[in-house]
Each structure stands twice: as C-alpha cells, then as structure tokens.
C-alpha cells in the first residue's frame, strides 16, 4: 500500500519526465547545425532551401536555391535526394527503402560532424560552393512540430500519474498510467528524428522509430484493456494478458522487418488496435445502458478516443496504408493524444462526471459540423470540380440550413429535457405556493418536480440541507424544505438515462429561490388578510357592537336614533374599507363635514368649518387610516353632543407633509375627562388614543380659556405607519403583520389620557 501514496506517485512521474525532457534535448540538440530550412521540391532530387539562419554558419548561401549535394575535405560528395527529407520513415512503402533511408541518414550525419562542410548550391547565380562549420543546434531553432510532441509526451505522462494518485489501487487508473507512459515514449521518440534539419544518425533513427511503434501499440492495447474494464468490467481481468503477448509478437515482426511492406507490420496493427478499440467502445455502451454514471464517463471517453484518436488514424495512418501522404505533419498531429488524454484523465478520475455528459455532446456536435463542412468542400471541390471560393460557401450553407436544425433535433431526441416549458415554470409555482392545504402543496411540489427530472427515487433527506447540492457524481441530487416539504433527494433523473448536471442545478436552485418568494409572498398576503379580519372584527365590536349595545339602554327614543345613525356610520365606514381599499382625503373631509354637520344640527349646534386646500386632495388613504380619522373624529362630535353644552363647533384641517392635522374645538363648558372616558368596551379617548398610536399618530387636549379643543394628528401614507419590521411585505398598503398585542399601545393610550 505504501508503494502507492500519491506524493510518491506524482514524485516518481516528476522524476522521470525531467529526465526523459533531458534526454530528449541532449539528443535535440547535440546534432549539427547549418542554420537552414530544408523543404523538398516536386521534381525528384531536389531540395530547396527555403530560409537560412542570419547567425548560423550557412549565412552567406543565397535564397532560394537549391541544395545539391553535400561534401568534405576528404573529397568525398553525397548528392541530396527527396527522400532525405523525409520526416518519418514508415511512411515509405517497403522495410527496404527504410533501411536505404537510414543508410543515407548515417552518411549524411557523419559528413556533418567534420569541421568543414562544402554545400553544392544551385541558385540564379548559376553553381556555389559554400564552405560552411557546423556548430551546435539553438534550442530556438526546434520547430512547432518538435514542442507539440514534446508538451504531448510530458502531459500524458503527468495526467496519467494525477489519474493515478487518486485511484492508485484500482485497475484501470493503473492502464491509463501506462497509456499516459506509452504516448510520452512514442511521442518522444518521434520528436527527436522528426525534427532534425537534414540527417541524425541512422542506427539512432531505427531505434527512435523502433520506440515510437512500441508507444503507439503500448498505448492501444493499454485503452483496449481499459475499456474491456471502466466503465463495466466485459472480460476476466486474467484474459487481458493475452494483449501485452499479442502486442509483443506484432513488434517483433515489426522490428524485426519479417514482412516486406511497412504498412503490414507498422500501420496495420494500429489501425487494427483502434477498429479493436471502438468495438469495445460500442460493447461498454450496451452494458451501461442502465447506469447513468457509467454510460456519463463513456460518452466522454469514448468521444476522446474516437475524436482524437480516429483524427490521427485518418490523417496519418489511413493515407500511409493507401500509398498516399499524411494529410498533415505527424509532429502536429501528435497534439490529438494531448487531447485525448485531458478528455480521458477527466472521465476516469471522475472530476465533475455530471458535466462530463453536456461537454460531450457539445464536442461531438461542434466535430460533426467541422466534418460535415469539410466532407461536403472536398466533395465539392473534388469531385464536382468547382471553384473553392464556391464549394467552401455551399458547405457553409449546407451546414447552416442543413446541419444545424438536425443537431438540435438529434439533441432533443438524445438528451432527455423536462416536459415543464421556462414560461409555464412560474406558473406552476405559484400553484404549488397558493394551494389550499400544506398537504396540497407537498403533492403539487413533489408533482413539479416529477415532471421537471423525472427521478426514479424520490425520497426526505436526512439530515437537511440549506441549498441544492449534486452528490454521487450526478447521480442524485439533494432539495432543501421548501412548499411544507422537508428536504428531499432525488435520484436517477430521466429514469435513470441521464445524470443531474450543472444546469440541472442551476435550475433547481432557481426554482427554490422562486417558491421561497412566493411563499414569503402568499404568507404577507395571509397574514394581511388576518389582520384585515382581525381589524373589522375589532371595529364591529368596540365601535358598531357598543353602540347597539348602548342603545339598548336608552329609554328616549331620539337618543336611540342618534346611537343608530352613529352605528350606521361605522358600518358604513366598515363596508367602504371593504369594497375599497383606498378612498380620496378630499372625499374623506367632505363626507365627514357632512355627517358632523347633520349631527351637530340635530343637536341644535352650528358647525363652523372653512374650506382648506386639503379639501380637494385626491391622496388615497389606506382603510385603517380613514377608518380612524372617522372613527376619532365622530367620537370627539359625539362627546360634543353628548357633555359639552356647546352652541358651535370650529373644525379645521391642515395637511402637513405627510401628516393630517384636524383641530376640534368648541364653546361649551369643557369636556370632563372622567366623562369622556366612556364604556368597558372600548368607546370615548382611550379607544382614539389606541388606534392613533397604533398607526404611528397622536392625539391630544390642548388648553383652551372657553371650552374645549382637541388636536388629532396621523400619517397620510401607509408606509409611515409603524411596524415591527420594515422589511416585512405589504400587500397594497395593508400590512402584512399578524395582530398585535395592544398592552403597550394600551398604556401609552392611558398615559395620555391621563395628561389631557
């Protein structure tokens, strides 16, 4: 167990990444340089020299020219040909000319080591000889082709190690790792003869070359086994040593040149490996067609390898097995393992399997549109013989009108989607939200959620969670309590086709946020309601119930009268709040200076009371604020009537700010407090008081030399009226707190009854 502990791991692999990196560069750099750039040219012997060096030692040799041969003091001379050029020898047809080649190759290298080298050039000056002295290769004269494989080899290797350090007892994190090591030898060996200037040693290029094939077949029968294992175990683990036997035989024939053409024992092998490959491929997709996590990684693996692996076959070995050339440079197209591998390492060390499966077919469609477009120019281009300008601008438009619309389709049939559209989402929460009963809402929420993943377990979460959470990498996913629902866990979206990604998520924490807003919503408006019930209810009994039970009293018929009409103005009052929200203050004054004005009449008493500005304000008041206004200022009249002996009353109205002032004063003997007090159940100025206070206002008895005068004061907009908190909802200026206990508002109300 020791032997695997990551740090020792990623150590061990650090270790031998600098020093295959060291050797690589010695190998690199240690061959002689001229300082020019070599291409070959289309008639048989010859090799241009398409730029030199401006500080290398061929400096002084003219460009363009051509490079015939090259010499030595001794006199010996070897003519250039075509094929010295070549950048990888298994791409010539027979084991016999990639012998020829590196007999070439040895003799060219070893003139290039003597002191003095005679370049043969032909350019438009007609023949040169330059004498030139070889120096050492600059490291910034290694071409891209040389980097891509360089950073290919040691990436590999190190996401293979990582891969490695997470799992390190688990076999198919082990085959990665040796994946990851047979790209890093076959891409190193490679980069060294690939990107030499004109020759390297051929003993060392049969060795480089015999190193390369055992990384490309190292690396395939690494993936076949590992995808005979991961996602699901296909085969006895013992059966796959038959691969390493298989892959050893096939070197040997290789190496050894046992069969005549280079596309038998070198190519053939390897695109047998990767046919191999995308058969177990196909075998693992039907065997986790019920596990989700599993068919997850396979998407993204399998596209890795198909995608990146399938490239180099097409454009590299395919053509080779044809007798034709590579598409592109090997050297570059080493860069699609680097690919491979970063897809592959995410897949196998599971990091965020949930959005494995979305990047997925995001790959597989963009790729698919790239070979669409090409497929149709070439065929355009190729075959129908048209113009590129135009063939390119046909394939744009087929995979505009063509492609494109059946991606989306192929998307919708492959990808399971929620049968709850984004613009009935909020619709259907706020049916869960103002269900009748909590059970309802449980039902409707869990019916919701149904619908939008489709689980096939759905189940309360214990312990709770406060947010949404992806757990079992996509397996499940976790909900806090929500719609008098505990916290639930829902597992095997889409029936188990599919994984919870990051959009999933997204969606469901949306989806929370919103029912917890509308829930916070539905609970103003209930609690609005209430206190609305509990205002009318409060309002029936102290105003309009002691009344009429006062009225039961009266012996006198014409006092019975007056308790009736003033009942029937409370109720009157009432009814408006109800069938109104709001009313005008101008309308307010005008229907209490009318009342006031019959009362006080009734009473033989003359009512004084000036028109104000404030009498043609059109500012909606809120119920509990008219209601109050009527309810102190009917009270003062009646107390009025009732004790003051008076002969006039002066009313005036003033708007200040946001407050409403009505000052009620009168010339009778002056108001007993004792008298004004009133009965138990709530009438006379301990109720004003209460209801004054309450609504953030006041009420006072202010000194007067004749009779009596009384100031009320209250806020005009609803927002001023003071609450518990103010952060709390209102549902159209009703306030959304439940009914307050009304001992301190109570005393307050004492207190200043007392004082006036």
């Given at each position: 167990?020791?032997?695997?502990?990551?740090?020792?791991?990623?150590?061990?692999?650090?270790?031998?990444?600098?020093?295959?990196?060291?050797?690589?560069?010695?190998?690199?750099?240690?061959?002689?340089?001229?300082?020019?750039?070599?291409?070959?040219?289309?008639?048989?012997?010859?090799?241009?020299?398409?730029?030199?060096?401006?500080?290398?030692?061929?400096?002084?040799?003219?460009?363009?020219?051509?490079?015939?041969?090259?010499?030595?003091?001794?006199?010996?001379?070897?003519?250039?040909?075509?094929?010295?050029?070549?950048?990888?020898?298994?791409?010539?047809?027979?084991?016999?000319?990639?012998?020829?080649?590196?007999?070439?190759?040895?003799?060219?290298?070893?003139?290039?080591?003597?002191?003095?080298?005679?370049?043969?050039?032909?350019?438009?000056?007609?023949?040169?000889?330059?004498?030139?002295?070889?120096?050492?290769?600059?490291?910034?004269?290694?071409?891209?082709?040389?980097?891509?494989?360089?950073?290919?080899?040691?990436?590999?290797?190190?996401?293979?190690?990582?891969?490695?350090?997470?799992?390190?007892?688990?076999?198919?994190?082990?085959?990665?790792?040796?994946?990851?090591?047979?790209?890093?030898?076959?891409?190193?060996?490679?980069?060294?003869?690939?990107?030499?200037?004109?020759?390297?040693?051929?003993?060392?290029?049969?060795?480089?070359?015999?190193?390369?094939?055992?990384?490309?077949?190292?690396?395939?029968?690494?993936?076949?086994?590992?995808?005979?294992?991961?996602?699901?175990?296909?085969?006895?683990?013992?059966?796959?040593?038959?691969?390493?036997?298989?892959?050893?035989?096939?070197?040997?024939?290789?190496?050894?040149?046992?069969?005549?053409?280079?596309?038998?024992?070198?190519?053939?092998?390897?695109?047998?490996?990767?046919?191999?490959?995308?058969?177990?491929?196909?075998?693992?997709?039907?065997?986790?067609?019920?596990?989700?996590?599993?068919?997850?990684?396979?998407?993204?693996?399998?596209?890795?390898?198909?995608?990146?692996?399938?490239?180099?076959?097409?454009?590299?070995?395919?053509?080779?097995?044809?007798?034709?050339?590579?598409?592109?440079?090997?050297?570059?197209?080493?860069?699609?393992?680097?690919?491979?591998?970063?897809?592959?390492?995410?897949?196998?060390?599971?990091?965020?399997?949930?959005?494995?499966?979305?990047?997925?077919?995001?790959?597989?469609?963009?790729?698919?549109?790239?070979?669409?477009?090409?497929?149709?120019?070439?065929?355009?281009?190729?075959v129908m013989h048209l113009q590129h300008d135009v063939s390119f601008s046909i394939a744009l438009l087929a995979l505009a009108f063509i492609y494109l619309p059946a991606r989306d389709s192929l998307r919708a049939r492959l990808q399971p989607r929620s049968r709850?559209?984004?613009?009935?989402?909020?619709?259907?929460?706020?049916?869960?939200?103002?269900?009748?009963?909590?059970?309802?809402?449980?039902?409707?929420?869990?019916?919701?959620?149904?619908?939008?993943?489709?689980?096939?377990?759905?189940?309360?979460?214990?312990?709770?969670?406060?947010?949404?959470?992806?757990?079992?990498?996509?397996?499940?996913?976790?909900?806090?309590?929500?719609?008098?629902?505990?916290?639930?866990?829902?597992?095997?979206?889409?029936?188990?086709?599919?994984?919870?990604?990051?959009?999933?998520?997204?969606?469901?924490?949306?989806?929370?946020?919103?029912?917890?807003?509308?829930?916070?919503?539905?609970?103003?408006?209930?609690?609005?309601?209430?206190?609305?019930?509990?205002?009318?209810?409060?309002?029936?009994?102290?105003?309009?119930?002691?009344?009429?039970?006062?009225?039961?009293?009266?012996?006198?018929?014409?006092?019975?009268?007056?308790?009736?009409?003033?009942?029937?103005?409370?109720?009157?009052?009432?009814?408006?709040?109800?069938?109104?929200?709001?009313?005008?203050?101008?309308?307010?004054?005008?229907?209490?200076?009318?009342?006031?004005?019959?009362?006080?009449?009734?009473?033989?008493?003359?009512?004084?009371?000036?028109?104000?500005?404030?009498?043609?304000?059109?500012?909606?008041?809120?119920?509990?604020?008219?209601?109050?206004?009527?309810?102190?200022?009917?009270?003062?009249?009646?107390?009025?009537?009732?004790?003051?002996?008076?002969?006039?009353?002066?009313?005036?109205?003033?708007?200040?700010?946001?407050?409403?002032?009505?000052?009620?004063?009168?010339?009778?003997?002056?108001?007993?407090?004792?008298?004004?007090?009133?009965?138990?159940?709530?009438?006379?100025?301990?109720?004003?008081?209460?209801?004054?206070?309450?609504?953030?206002?006041?009420?006072?008895?202010?000194?007067?030399?004749?009779?009596?005068?009384?100031?009320?004061?209250?806020?005009?907009?609803?927002?001023?009226?003071?609450?518990?908190?103010?952060?709390?909802?209102?549902?159209?200026?009703?306030?959304?707190?439940?009914?307050?206990?009304?001992?301190?508002?109570?005393?307050?109300?004492?207190?200043?009854?007392?004082?006036?």
């Amino acid at each position: 167990m020791s032997h695997w502990l990551p740090n020792r791991i990623m150590q061990t692999a650090a270790l031998i990444c600098v020093g295959a990196c060291l050797l690589v560069f010695w190998l690199v750099l240690n061959q002689p340089w001229l300082g020019m750039t070599l291409a070959p040219q289309a008639e048989p012997g010859a090799v241009r020299i398409v730029a030199v060096d401006p500080d290398g030692p061929a400096r002084m040799v003219p460009v363009p020219s051509r490079l015939v041969a090259i010499g030595s003091d001794n006199g010996s001379r070897i003519e250039l040909v075509t094929g010295d050029l070549v950048e990888e020898p298994d791409t010539l047809q027979t084991y016999a000319m990639a012998a020829q080649f590196m007999q070439r190759q040895t003799l060219l290298a070893s003139m290039l080591r003597d002191k003095r080298v005679t370049l043969h050039v032909e350019s438009e000056r007609g023949p040169l000889e330059v004498i030139v002295t070889p120096t050492r290769r600059p490291i910034t004269d290694l071409p891209s082709s040389f980097w891509v494989q360089f950073i290919t080899g040691m990436g590999s290797l190190l996401l293979g190690a990582w891969v490695l350090a997470l799992r390190p007892q688990d076999l198919p994190t082990r085959l990665f790792a040796v994946a990851g090591a047979m790209i890093m030898i076959s891409a190193y060996g490679a980069a060294v003869y690939s990107s030499r200037e004109l020759a390297i040693d051929g003993g060392l290029v049969r060795v480089l070359s015999a190193l390369n094939h055992i990384g490309a077949l190292g690396f395939g029968a690494a993936m076949i086994a590992l995808f005979l294992l991961y996602p699901r175990p296909l085969v006895n683990p013992r059966l796959l040593l038959a691969l390493p036997a298989i892959t050893i035989a096939w070197l040997a024939i290789d190496i050894l040149r046992l069969p005549e053409e280079q596309a038998t024992g070198a190519q053939l092998p390897i695109l047998t490996y990767m046919l191999v490959l995308v058969g177990a491929i196909g075998v693992q997709w039907f065997a986790t067609r019920r596990d989700p996590r599993g068919r997850a990684a396979l998407r993204w693996l399998g596209l890795s390898v198909i995608v990146g692996a399938g490239a180099f076959v097409v454009l590299i070995i395919a053509p080779i097995l044809v007798n034709a050339a590579p598409v592109m440079q090997q050297g570059h197209a080493f860069g699609f393992f680097l690919l491979i591998y970063a897809g592959l390492a995410l897949g196998v060390s599971r990091y965020r399997l949930f959005d494995l499966d979305e990047w997925a077919f995001r790959v597989m469609f963009y790729t698919g549109g790239v070979a669409l477009l090409l497929a149709v120019d070439a065929l355009l281009l190729y075959v129908m013989h048209l113009q590129h300008d135009v063939s390119f601008s046909i394939a744009l438009l087929a995979l505009a009108f063509i492609y494109l619309p059946a991606r989306d389709s192929l998307r919708a049939r492959l990808q399971p989607r929620s049968r709850v559209e984004s613009h009935e989402l909020f619709r259907e929460v706020v049916d869960v939200t103002f269900a009748a009963s909590a059970q309802e809402r449980s039902g409707r929420w869990h019916g919701l959620l149904r619908r939008l993943f489709d689980p096939l377990v759905m189940t309360p979460l214990e312990p709770a969670v406060d947010d949404v959470e992806i757990g079992q990498e996509g397996l499940e996913v976790r909900l806090p309590a929500i719609a008098d629902t505990p916290s639930l866990q829902l597992r095997y979206p889409w029936r188990g086709e599919k994984l919870f990604g990051s959009s999933d998520r997204d969606l469901a924490r949306e989806l929370v946020r919103l029912m917890r807003y509308v829930e916070v919503s539905r609970d103003a408006f209930e609690r609005g309601g209430v206190e609305e019930r509990r205002r009318i209810a409060r309002d029936l009994h102290d105003d309009v119930g002691a009344r009429l039970l006062s009225g039961l009293y009266k012996t006198e018929v014409t006092e019975t009268h007056r308790v009736l009409r003033d009942a029937l103005a409370d109720i009157r009052t009432i009814v408006s709040g109800l069938s109104a929200d709001q009313l005008p203050l101008g309308q307010v004054i005008a229907a209490l200076r009318h009342e006031g004005g019959e009362r006080l009449a009734a009473a033989g008493i003359d009512l004084h009371w000036p028109l104000a500005a404030v009498d043609d304000s059109a500012k909606l008041l809120d119920y509990r604020i008219y209601r109050s206004i009527a309810s102190a200022h009917r009270e003062i009249v009646s107390n009025v009537i009732r004790h003051a002996q008076a002969t006039r009353v002066n009313v005036t109205v003033a708007q200040e700010d946001r407050m409403l002032s009505i000052r009620i004063t009168d010339d009778g003997v002056g108001l007993d407090p004792a008298n004004a007090n009133g009965n138990a159940q709530g009438n006379g100025l301990r109720g004003i008081i209460r209801r004054l206070d309450d609504l953030g206002g006041s009420f006072a008895a202010l000194p007067v030399a004749r009779g009596s005068a009384f100031e009320i004061r209250i806020p005009l907009i609803a927002d001023a009226v003071a609450t518990d908190d103010a952060n709390e909802p209102h549902i159209q200026g009703v306030s959304s707190h439940p009914a307050r206990a009304y001992s301190e508002p109570a005393d307050a109300a004492q207190r200043m009854y007392d004082r006036s």
